[in-house]
């Protein structure tokens, strides 16, 4: 090896320029320089824009966590929760995507969205496990941008931006309104009530109601609200009526509306309505408010009005043209003595009564003096056949006595009234009933197995087989009597009346009692005629009983011929008086009369004919215990309809409202119970979608 | 071990009109431009090499801003989605009670890679400058900074093992942030700033010094 020598260039070589010696490495710290600058400032100027929403508690909310969000689209998230100045409130700081912060004007609403069980349902279930995070709602115009804005405790009934109105509702009752619940329009769902709140004087609560569109073009004057919660139970001359809305109204409470007439003109913002207690009530109000353009009319009624309300129909042919507005009684001081007349102030709807549209009060009281002066009066009527409630009939009387439609009287003008013919069907009906329950039956009964008794004990007196031939046959007679079958059919026609008064109650029953009043009236007669008929079979039987008196008559037996004498003359007053109801006392008295003749027979000497009289004595009760089958039938008969009226009111629930009502009610249970089902099996399978609330 | 008070004369492979191959080892004459034995491109050890230094650390540095500035990490349980930068997860970790882990992690992420800049920039200053720490200490010093690069990507592992392992869904769901990016980088640069570094120059600078004394 050789010593080496140093490189010179190694020793003088001085340091070449910086810039010229730079390496090209130096790009990638200057690379990553700028690639942070431009990451940073990205950052920054895409930060959004800093709110402020003041809540009453920050109940769930964190910093960097709770995200703000419209439509369920996350559009910032909450970067601090304080206080405000004076602990009042919480206020809480989001940064919200710049794009967003222009539509966040004054109309902007926070809210957070916390899982609420409700009777309305289940909602923001999936901020159980993910927490709860702030939901904004604003409509889709940008405006002047806030940054500081008061938080609501509940999502706001009405979204901005949601089309729809609002309208203010007054109540006197409020244990039947509550937040959120729904407003139906004929039971679907079209809106939602808001806070009740107590007015200022604390006699009336006011709630806002939010009704969307497209259905608040439904609210005019002529619409009525009325509560629809809970349930009703009413019997009436159609049935059992149970009335149930949905559920969630039963236990939220809900109030529904309807235009009640046509023609409602649109009311301006601020309009408040009124919430009636049941449908009945607020289809009533249509006309006490529609008369303003109505026509008062006073009636004075000389007989009682015990039955007419404020409210009752007032009828024209059966159809509704007006009602009753007031009743009053007023002292008319006559000639010489005052006179207390109870007057009716009836408000007529001329739209109704068939004037044209836009008729006035001139026009319509033009019509009444022109019909009054036709014979069209006022008069009391049932309202129907089941109910005390009377209401106001215009009939047109050909024999009217002559009256005039009094234009000038005060405070309105007067229009005639007639008597009315009240006594009606429904007390002939029920006087027919009470006269049927009455038949003495059952005495008719006791008195003719006293009767066989006494015939028995007869036949067994050593007497009776003294009796002469002439008895023989005159029991022969009775036996053939009582085998008659005019006698037989006795009980068989007495059971086609009753089946008739039957069907005729069935039929009344069967509601539509005013419409089928001719039918039912027929029905009765029918039944009359039927009893009748019964009756004219009893002509036979006397003139077999009167045979019978001869043949006693021959038997030297005065007292005898007294009695059956006195059974004609009873059996006469049957016919007599042809009514059903005289029959079997008439009856009870001729078997009365027989057992005390025949007891005299007995205790009178009579001839014996031992086997003969026992054998005709024996048919003859046999014969009448045949007769007599046909009477516990008649009973069974009657139990059978009790029976079947109980199982028709039963089966009534068939047609009537009551059972479809419940089963509405039960349809609607199972369907909630499919829902829960479905709910459930939806989670079984997918557990997610409970948390992701999808 | 060299005695910094009985400096002990030596002679460099330049000195010697040598040139060190860096791949394998090889002395080679100095005016070969490719080793004799591996055929790798030989340099010599030029003090202008140290800008590369200097440049990988500037990079390293700069990365190392947003790699704890942005999150590192973003965890969504149930829902709830929440983000940790580096210091911020330490400060979790150690207000957790998890003094052990809260201390590894400070160490893997904050305290190495500091430790790692500083380093780099202490020898390639010293190879201008006068040190306190000797050659050998330096070269010990280098020796340790390029073992322990390989291993602070740690904190990039464990990032992309819970990625890809936490995906549960909703229940618990785990993404890497900005943070881990930029982290990975600032430990990728530094790596390759001590690669640059010349150890030669360190006794380079050490025979001048020696020689200006002499």
New interface residues.
């Given amino acids: 090896m050789t010593t080496p020598d140093p490189a010179p260039m190694n020793i003088t070589a001085r340091r070449p320029s910086l810039w010229r010696n730079l390496s090209l490495v130096w790009l990638v710290p200057l690379a990553a320089l700028a690639v942070s600058l431009g990451v940073a400032w990205k950052a920054y100027s895409e930060r959004g824009v800093l709110i402020t929403i003041s809540f009453e508690n920050a109940s769930g909310i964190a910093a960097n966590e709770t995200t703000v969000r419209y439509r369920d689209v996350v559009i910032g998230r909450v970067e601090k929760v304080g206080f405000a100045d004076d602990l009042s409130k919480v206020s809480v700081q989001a940064r919200i995507d710049k794009e967003i912060a222009p539509y966040l004007d004054a109309d902007a609403t926070f809210w957070v969205v916390r899982p609420e069980v409700s009777a309305r349902g289940i909602s923001g279930l999936s901020t159980v496990l993910s927490g709860v995070y702030i939901e904004g709602s604003w409509d889709q115009a940008p405006g002047l941008s806030q940054t500081a804005f008061e938080g609501a405790d509940r999502p706001p009934l009405a979204q901005p931006g949601r089309g729809g109105r609002r309208i203010t509702l007054r109540t006197d009752d409020g244990r039947m309104i509550s937040e959120g619940a729904p407003v139906l329009f004929r039971g679907i769902e079209v809106g939602r009530l808001e806070t009740p709140r107590l007015t200022v004087s604390g006699d009336s609560i006011v709630v806002d109601a939010f009704i969307d569109a497209p259905h608040d073009r439904r609210i005019n004057s002529a619409t009525r609200f009325w509560d629809s919660s809970g349930f009703s139970v009413s019997i009436g001359p159609s049935g059992l009526s149970l009335d149930v809305d949905s559920i969630a109204s039963l236990v939220a409470g809900g109030i529904e509306f309807d235009s009640v007439f046509d023609g409602g003109q649109t009311v301006g913002p601020g309009t408040v309505f009124d919430i009636h207690t049941d449908e009945a009530a607020a289809r009533r109000t249509a006309f006490a408010r529609t008369l303003s353009g109505g026509v008062a009319v006073a009636v004075a009624f000389d007989e009682s009005v015990a039955g007419l309300a404020s409210g009752a129909e007032v009828q024209l042919r059966g159809v509704k043209v007006g009602e009753v507005s007031s009743l009053n009684a007023a002292i008319q001081s006559g000639s010489d003595e005052a006179e207390v007349r109870l007057i009716a102030k009836l408000l007529l709807e001329p739209g109704l009564m068939g004037l044209p549209r836009g008729a006035g009060e001139a026009e319509a009281l033009d019509f009444l003096e022109q019909a009054v002066a036709g014979g069209l009066r006022a008069r009391l009527a049932s309202a129907g056949l089941f109910s005390s409630e009377l209401l106001v009939e215009l009939v047109t009387l050909e024999d009217a006595a002559p009256a005039a439609f009094n234009r000038e009287a005060e405070p309105f003008p007067e229009l005639p009234s007639a008597p009315s013919d009240l006594p009606d069907f429904t007390a002939t009906a029920e006087g027919a009933l009470e006269r049927i329950s009455e038949l003495p039956v059952e005495e008719l009964m006791a008195q003719a197995i006293a009767t066989l008794a006494s015939i028995e004990n007869l036949a067994a007196a050593d007497s009776t087989r003294q009796a002469p031939a002439a008895a023989v046959a005159l029991l022969e007679d009775t036996r053939a009597l009582l085998a008659d079958p005019g006698t037989r059919a006795l009980p068989g026609e007495l059971q086609a009346a009753v089946s008739d008064v039957r069907a005729l109650l069935a039929d009344l029953q069967q509601g539509r009692a005013a419409a089928n009043l001719a039918a039912a009236l027929e029905q009765g007669s029918q039944a009359a005629a039927s009893l009748a008929a019964a009756s004219d079979e009893l002509p036979a039987l006397v003139a077999d009983f009167r045979a019978l008196a001869a043949k006693a008559n021959s038997l030297e037996a005065e007292e005898l011929i007294r009695s059956a004498s006195q059974l004609i003359d009873s059996a006469d007053a049957v016919i007599g008086t042809e009514g059903a109801r005289a029959l079997p006392p008439a009856l009870t008295a001729a078997l009365e009369e027989m057992q005390a003749t025949l007891e005299d027979m007995r205790q009178g000497g009579l001839v014996e004919n031992a086997n003969a009289t026992m054998a005709s004595a024996r048919g003859a009760a046999d014969a009448v215990a045949a007769a007599a089958e046909g009477l516990p039938a008649l009973s069974a008969r009657l139990e059978r309809l009790v029976a079947q009226s109980e199982a028709l009111i039963a089966s009534y629930g068939g047609r009537s409202s009551f059972n479809s009502e419940t089963l509405d009610a039960l349809r609607e249970i199972k369907t909630a119970a499919r829902a829960v089902s479905q709910l459930a099996r939806k989670i079984e399978r997918d557990p997610n979608s409970l948390l992701f609330g999808r | 071990m060299e005695n910094p008070e009985n400096p002990q004369r030596f002679l460099t492979a330049?000195?010697?009109?040598l040139a060190g191959c860096r791949v394998c080892g090889t002395a080679n004459p100095?005016a070969a431009r490719a080793c004799t034995c591996c055929g790798s491109p030989l340099e010599p050890a030029a003090?202008?090499s140290l800008?590369?230094v200097w440049?990988?650390?500037?990079?390293g540095?700069?990365?190392y801003?947003?790699a704890n500035v942005y999150p590192m990490l973003r965890t969504t349980t149930?829902?709830?989605?929440?983000?940790n930068t580096l210091i911020g997860g330490i400060a979790e970790l150690f207000s957790h009670g998890s003094y052990g882990v809260a201390l590894i992690v400070f160490f893997a992420s904050i305290v190495i890679p500091v430790a790692k800049f500083l380093a780099i920039a202490y020898l390639a200053v010293s190879v201008r400058r006068p040190a306190a720490l000797g050659s050998h200490g330096r070269l010990v010093l280098y020796e340790v900074v390029e073992f322990i690069g390989r291993w602070s990507m740690i904190d990039v592992f464990v990032v992309a093992i819970l990625t890809a392992l936490v995906q549960l869904?909703?229940a618990a769901a785990i993404a890497p942030g900005?943070a881990a990016v930029?982290f990975a980088?600032s430990v990728a640069?530094t790596m390759l700033a001590a690669q640059?570094f010349d150890p030669r120059l360190i006794w380079n600078a050490e025979s001048e010094n020696l020689n200006d004394h002499a």
């Fill in positions: 330049a000195a010697a009109g100095g003090p202008a800008q590369r440049a990988w650390l500037a990079a540095l700069v990365a801003v947003p149930f829902g709830r989605s929440s983000e869904d909703f900005m930029s980088l640069f640059s």
